[in-house]
């Protein structure tokens, strides 16, 4: 799992993507799961840190998880080639 | 350290430059309460989903339509389309604001008097009044709206040699301009069709024809259907008193005004495109104001508005089931409450709210109900905060023919709750059991085993 490094984030949580030129909004967890993706974490490292620091719990987040990896793979901004 | 609120990840690709297509604004600001009642307190008392009712709107459009027409003509009559909306309750609310019971079959003329209604004060409609009706309706003096000439002659076939009167009007159906044109119902004006109706009518003097009625089609958007309708019964009303020497007591507009929702498919949100309750007064009450009836006559003008006095004065409220992507990437989020009790989704782009605060971030999803038929979809296309199961909501301006046209399909029915005056709640309606359900079920006794 690779997210696509080149892409640029502002705090905000507006996405850009240089080698496309398209652009994005996400929300406050989805900032932190890109960048922890960014720091190659892998899904339970992200688990762990984001339950740590957001109310929710691990299977909640689980499946969450995987409707957001599946957008994020739509828009090409993550690959499977790790 | 306290953690931070949790809102599931979203993404969502940013088209710059393109409109947003669905139009106009976006439906997220959240409902949280109702009538000052809070939605969660509701859905915890009563279950979810659930209808709830406002005594409040409901009585505030009954007296503003009449209102708009008073203030405009001097006599003034509205009768409760009790198709509309039959729950007792509500037409007793109707009835407090002074309406006749407008009805259109056995079942909802024995309920109008159920509820108290003088026999006098009832208007029958309808295709389908067995002998044993029209003799029930002729006892109470109601009033009998003919549908076609089998009626009438089951009417003078009763009434032989009686020596009552019975009191009737026609239904006239006639084009207004609207296309499909209803002329199903009642007796056609262009084609003369009306007219002889009229003739057979003062032939037999133990009819006495009161009044004409007309009820030219529902969500009506034009007003000047209306004025056309209004002149062809003045038409008719004047060559009965020039040919007859008859005067007409009423004239029946019928109902068909719109409510403020969003027809399917309309690109407007319905409160932008919808006429208000005094454009649709002002075509009626000036088209006869100017018919030239003697100031002694001037007839009543009667209206059955059902949609428009209801749809605003009741919720749907409601659950999130569950969240999930379909194929081609867009949300769908399955409810708690679906096309069984929602019925005029089929029409109608119902608007809907989230009943508790989101962030900002929405997106674009269907919106399916739980039954598991393909039938079952709520809205195809709408714009909401990022919904997670358990979430509540609440669908507006639900009042009109859902809570008669629904179905106990795969799901029982829910409570209907009344929000009174007074911000107190009251059950209108219990919901559907197991028990309800089989109570009309019969066993042979040969079945009552499964081995
Ligand atoms: C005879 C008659 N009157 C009144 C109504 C109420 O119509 P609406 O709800 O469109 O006002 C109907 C509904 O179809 C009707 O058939």
Redesign the interface.
């Given at each position: 799992m690779q997210i696509n490094k080149n892409i640029a984030i502002s705090d905000s949580g507006f996405i850009f993507n240089p080698s496309s030129g398209d652009s994005f909004s996400t929300n406050n967890v989805g900032l932190e799961i890109i960048r922890l993706l960014k720091e190659n974490k892998s899904k339970d490292e992200i688990i762990t840190e984001i339950v740590t620091k957001f109310s929710t719990d691990a299977s909640t987040l689980d499946k969450d998880l995987g409707d957001f990896f599946l957008m994020l793979r739509s828009y090409q901004l993550l690959s499977d080639n790790d | 350290m306290s953690?931070?609120?949790?809102?599931?990840?979203?993404?969502?690709?940013?088209n710059?430059g393109s409109m947003n297509k669905f139009g106009t604004k976006t439906e997220f600001a959240p409902v949280t309460h109702l009538d000052g009642v809070a939605v969660s307190r509701l859905i915890e008392q009563y279950g979810s989903p659930c209808f709830v009712i406002s005594e409040r709107q409901i009585r505030k459009n009954a007296q503003n339509a009449i209102r708009a027409f008073k203030t405009r003509y001097p006599k003034i009559q509205f009768a409760w389309s009790y198709k509309t909306n039959y729950l007792s309750a509500v037409c007793n609310i109707f009835h407090q604001e002074g309406s006749l019971a407008e009805v259109v079959s056995i079942f909802e003329y024995k309920k109008a008097l159920q509820n108290g209604v003088e026999g006098s004060k009832i208007i029958f409609n309808g295709p389908d009044k067995s002998e044993a009706d029209l003799t029930l309706a002729i006892d109470n003096n109601s009033l009998i709206h003919i549908d076609h000439f089998d009626e009438l002659y089951s009417l003078v076939g009763i009434m032989e040699g009686s020596s009552k009167k019975a009191r009737v009007a026609i239904r006239v159906n006639m084009d207004t301009g609207i296309y499909p044109m209803w002329d199903r119902f009642g007796f056609n004006y262009e084609n003369g069709q009306a007219w002889n109706a009229i003739i057979k009518i003062l032939a037999h003097k133990e009819l006495e024809l009161v009044g004409l009625h007309c009820h030219i089609g529902t969500f009506m958007l034009s007003t000047s259907a209306y004025a056309t309708a209004a002149y062809k019964l003045c038409d008719l009303a004047a060559n009965i008193k020039v040919k007859y020497g008859h005067a007409i007591q009423y004239l029946d507009l019928g109902g068909g005004f719109a409510s403020t929702n969003t027809l399917k498919g309309s690109y407007l949100q319905g409160a932008d495109v919808v006429p208000s309750i005094d454009d649709y007064a002002e075509a009626i009450t000036s088209t006869i104001l100017n018919a030239n009836f003697h100031q002694d006559e001037l007839p009543t003008i009667i209206l059955e508005s059902g949609r428009s006095l209801i749809d605003d004065a009741a919720w749907l409220i409601g659950s999130v089931v569950a969240t999930k992507?379909l194929s081609d990437?867009r949300r769908a989020t399955i409810m708690d409450f679906g096309v069984n009790i929602l019925f005029n989704a089929f029409w109608y782009d119902y608007k809907i709210s989230p009943a508790q605060e989101f962030?900002h971030?929405t997106e674009d999803m269907v919106i399916y109900g739980p039954l598991c038929m393909n039938i079952d979809c709520i809205r195809e296309n709408i714009n909401l905060p990022?919904l997670n199961k358990g979430d509540q909501v609440v669908v507006h301006k639900v009042g009109a023919y859902n809570m008669t046209q629904w179905m106990q399909f795969i799901q029982m029915r829910p409570k209907i709750v009344l929000i009174d005056m007074e911000g107190k709640t009251h059950i209108l309606r219990e919901n559907e059991s197991l028990e309800t359900m089989m109570e009309l079920e019969r066993m042979p006794e040969h079945l009552k085993s499964v081995k």
């Open positions: - | 953690k931070l609120s949790y809102e599931r990840p979203f993404i969502q690709k940013l710059t992507r990437g962030t971030h990022l």
